[in-house]
């Protein structure tokens, strides 16, 4: 069972840009996808970015497609998501999740992080 810790939340200016990052524990990185989803209040947790094992590969909803970037260093369990251009509807609190498929799907990540609040002004 891997262990997520996200960071690099905040407050900010519609316009502006943050990065997110998710440490992991243990040796076993490298062998899962990683996701990063977010929910805001009174709505259900939707998906943001995946990336593949090996990071070469990426998909991401078509809210945030050409605003957002997931990358990943694996030598350092991290898996990071750039925000660019946020708006008022990015604000939630945004999750990182690990899972055995390269997915969009909630339910097939198995592991999650606590979360980190972002929050874009008008």
């Known amino acids: 069972q891997v262990q997520l810790v996200e960071s690099g939340g905040g407050l900010v200016q519609a316009g502006g840009s943050l990065r997110l990052s998710c440490t992991t524990s243990g040796r076993t990185f490298s062998s899962y996808a990683m996701g990063w989803f977010r929910q805001a209040p009174g709505k259900e947790r939707e998906f943001v970015a995946a990336i593949t094992r090996s990071g070469t590969s990426t998909y991401y909803a078509d809210s945030v497609k050409g605003r957002c970037a997931i990358s990943r260093e694996n030598a350092k369990n991290t898996v990071y998501l750039q925000m660019n251009s946020l708006k008022p509807e990015d604000t939630a609190v945004y999750y990182c999740?690990?899972?055995?498929?390269?997915?969009?799907?909630?339910?097939?990540?198995?592991?999650w992080g606590q979360g980190t609040q972002v929050t874009v002004s008008s």
């Open positions: 999740a690990a899972g055995l498929i390269f997915s969009s799907r909630s339910t097939d990540f198995s592991s």
